[in-house]
């Protein structure tokens, strides 16, 4: 099982993303946790990410988010 939250903004995605991110992997408890950001994640975002065990994919746009998270998962 895997989870898959996906964040866009026309910014940096705040850290707070990945707080409620980590209730849902609570809840759910994947075998693996993925967040997808674009276009990118904040440095408090991917340390949270870190010590929840919560992957991270960035891309400038969805094509290139989209082709990440492929890569990673295959």
């Known amino acids: 099982r895997i989870v898959i939250d996906l964040y866009s903004n026309d910014r940096e995605i705040d850290g707070s993303v990945i707080i409620s991110m980590f209730a849902k992997v609570l ?18 975002g991917k340390n949270l990410a870190k010590q929840y065990n919560i992957e991270v994919v960035e891309g400038v746009n969805i094509e290139e988010a989209a ?4 890569r990673k998962l295959s």
Request: net charge negative; glycine share 0%; charged share 25%.
């Open 67 to 70: 082709s990440t998270l492929s």
């Open 27 to 44: 809840d759910v408890k994947p075998d693996r946790a993925v967040c997808v950001a674009i276009p990118s994640l904040s440095d408090v």
